[in-house]
């Protein structure tokens, strides 16, 4: 008891240092006369996201909504000056024509604490990224996504099963399962090298649960993206990994399994793991970054396939007008390419893409961009002066959703992306796979697999809401946690069989 108020005390001195400390840079943005909200003491305008109330894109949403019409506003993260970048005009000098000042993400860890996600491609810096980005493109070349295309349909044709055999009685599926275990299964088979059978079985297979169990974001990781985007004294104390090192060997004694598979029996047709092997052999990358880059895609590509074919489904039994239109393009296409659509045909099928688009653009899954400028910048059309080492953020979910450049933008209108209309979107108003020279490497291969996923589904089932299903946006649940929009609902559905 006698020892108590004195460590109150301390405490609260303690406290009260770092409260004057955090706002050391608060006066940055009404210096450079930037819009900014009045930031509080230890938090600035970020109390909710730091105590994981608030997704990231959340708190970035709430700014952005505060001034319409403005071209940058600043907010304080902690205590860092951030910069929101909203014209469009700077998003394309930054992420584009200026890439060469702005070619990292700030979202990238210290080696001595995230070994393996440090040098996964997402995260890797500079000249080292530029190597590695130039290695791993041909993964995704257009010889190579034909080549899968195989794989992946036989991947749809599963989902399908998989649904069939999980339906319950009533006719009502929880969509979040099939979904995640065909983002696995697709991502595993061609960039791991294995076949992870996650839709053919009742149980998550043990890949499945390694996957999910490597980069599963409880309360210490969601604060630990924070203090690594905003607050990197907090970050060096807290010292958690994002990703956890292959914390069973199974991943690693699977993916040298599948490396030793390959070397013996190469496949017929060639795919992305198959890439990133050939990397390995001929010694341009060694093992440790070739397991990086490996579990780059698997991490990259899973999720984010899995919560944008949901989300389209969701979208889709909320309005079945768009599904019987997609469903009669799918028929016809169907019909016309003798039963099996082929890849050509997958590309031609413009209401489907339609549907892709306009769920990407409500549902981006990476609803924000991230630069860290190398040097001081002048902002285009001002003379407002960023300092190098500020953050910029490009609110990818709030831009999607702005009136300025959607017309009703919360609703799902997929006609907006028809050939007659889609001129009048500004091409840098849609941003789902990023921007310049750093845009999502998978991109086209998760165009093909997504679609894929929706047109097994949709002309094998009739997906309708049914009473569990959220009604509207009001009743989805976000992780608040995660940087992804990670919507946790289960999203059970009515799957009538066709
Ligand atoms: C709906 C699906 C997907 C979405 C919405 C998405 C979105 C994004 C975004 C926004 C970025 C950052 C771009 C930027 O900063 O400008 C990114 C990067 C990346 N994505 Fe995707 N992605 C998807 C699927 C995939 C798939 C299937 C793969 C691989 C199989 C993949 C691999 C990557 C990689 C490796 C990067 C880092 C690229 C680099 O820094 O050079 N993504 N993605």
Redesign the pocket.
Known sequence: MALLLPLLVVVLVLLAVLAAASTLRYGTWRKKGVPHLTPVPLFGNSMLAAFQREPIFGMLDRVYRHFPGQPYVGLYAGPSPVLLVKSLDAVKRI?IKDFHLFPN?KLSPEPHYDKMFSK???C?MDDE?KDM?VR?SPAFSSGRLKAMFPSIRDKGEQLVECIRGNVGPDGVLSTNGPCTRYGVDV?AS??FGIEAWSMRTKEPSPYMNAVSESFRFEFAEGLSTFALLFVPALYHALKVPLLKEWRSTLLKDLLRESSQLREREPPASRD?FDNLLSLKRSGDVSQHLFEAQVM??QV???E??A??IMMALWMLARHPECQDKLRAELRAAQTADGGNITYETLHDLKYLDMVFKET?RLW???PW???VATQDYVLPDSDIKIEKGTVVMVP?YSIHRDPEHYADPDKFDPERWAPENADNINKLAY?????????????R??DM??KSALLSTILNFRVSPCAETPKSEAELRVCPRSFLVTVLNDMPLHFQPL
């Open positions: 992420t993400h996964f491609l997402f890797m990224w980005r791993v991502i061609c960039a992305i780059t895609m990259a590509g899973s984010t396939t919560k944008t990407l981006p899954v990476m961009l991230d630069r990818v941003l789902p796979f990023g921007s310049g020279p750093r845009t999502c490497i998978g991109s291969f998760a697999n997504i």
